[in-house]
């Protein structure tokens, strides 16, 4: 077995498969389908930051946010399994898929929270979550997308100072893999389940404008 913090190469990735994984459609919380891409005027993002089940609960609180909805990304292995990729053999990270409004939620807005909700600089971990599916990162979808996200990590760098190095991945999005149907909207199901959420204790300052 490899090192569960050292990043899979693609030759030596599983195989995986060809065959989606079937999940419910419907979102447990707001009734939104998971599966629906955005339509005219939406955006989405993938956004990585630990374990998946407190960072889904984080975004779908957020006013403008259409639909969340967990799975694996930013690997080799096709329709992995939960399985699978705590195993460290698929390269893919724990993401959120944020479909959201722009006229209602600004795009700077969810990276802020996405920032300070956890510790960007702790490379392929989180807290005791130890392992690549654990890495901080960002897909994005767009030229927009990737200048603000890499704008965003710039101005967080400079609040936390010469110290603390984010290790973020920040990449245009490849494929998505939803994550099996339990994980989707697990804290609304389990509301005393585990939430590895965290931060690094700094937050952006206020908008002055």
Same mark, same amino acid.
């Given at each position: 077995?490899?090192?569960?913090?050292?990043?899979?190469?693609?030759?030596?990735?599983?195989?995986?498969?060809?065959?989606?994984?079937?999940?419910?459609?419907?979102?447990?919380?707001?009734?939104?389908?998971? *599966? =629906?891409?955005? %339509?005219?005027?939406?955006? +989405?993002?993938?956004?990585?930051?630990?374990?998946?089940?407190?960072?889904?609960? $984080?975004?779908?609180?957020?006013?403008?946010?259409?639909?969340?909805?967990?799975?694996?990304?930013?690997?080799?292995?096709?329709?992995?399994?939960?399985?699978?990729?705590?195993?460290?053999?698929?390269?893919?990270?724990?993401?959120?898929?944020?479909?959201?409004?722009?006229?209602?939620?600004?795009?700077?807005?969810?990276?802020?929270?996405?920032?300070?909700?956890?510790?960007?600089?702790?490379?392929?971990?989180?807290?005791?979550?130890?392992?690549?599916?654990?890495? *901080? =990162?960002?897909? %994005?979808?767009?030229?927009? +997308?990737?200048?603000?996200?890499?704008?965003?990590?710039?101005?967080?760098?400079? $609040?936390?100072?010469?110290?603390?190095?984010?290790?973020?991945?920040?990449?245009?999005?490849?494929?998505?893999?939803?994550?099996?149907?339990?994980?989707?909207?697990?804290?609304?199901?389990?509301?005393?389940?585990?939430?590895?959420?965290?931060?690094?204790?700094?937050?952006?300052?206020?908008?002055?404008?």
């Amino acid at each position: 077995m490899p090192d569960k913090q050292t990043m899979i190469s693609p030759n030596n990735a599983l195989v995986g498969r060809a065959v989606p994984m079937i999940i419910d459609d419907l979102h447990f919380v707001n009734g939104s389908s998971l *599966s =629906a891409q955005p %339509t005219s005027g939406q955006e +989405q993002i993938l956004l990585g930051l630990g374990c998946f089940w407190g960072a889904e609960r $984080l975004f779908w609180k957020l006013d403008g946010v259409i639909s969340t909805s967990v799975g694996y990304a930013g690997g080799y292995t096709p329709n992995p399994s939960y399985e699978e990729v705590c195993s460290g053999l698929t390269g893919h990270t724990e993401v959120v898929r944020v479909i959201f409004d722009p006229a209602q939620i600004s795009l700077e807005r969810l990276l802020q929270e996405f920032w300070e909700h956890h510790d960007p600089t702790q490379g392929m971990r989180q807290g005791n979550d130890r392992g690549t599916q654990y890495r *901080s =990162a960002i897909y %994005t979808f767009s030229d927009s +997308q990737q200048t603000q996200a890499i704008e965003s990590k710039a101005q967080y760098q400079s $609040l936390l100072g010469n110290e603390r190095t984010i290790t973020t991945d920040i990449l245009p999005a490849k494929e998505y893999y939803f994550a099996e149907n339990y994980h989707q909207q697990y804290l609304a199901k389990n509301p005393n389940g585990y939430c590895g959420l965290g931060g690094t204790g700094v937050c952006f300052p206020p908008n002055q404008s």
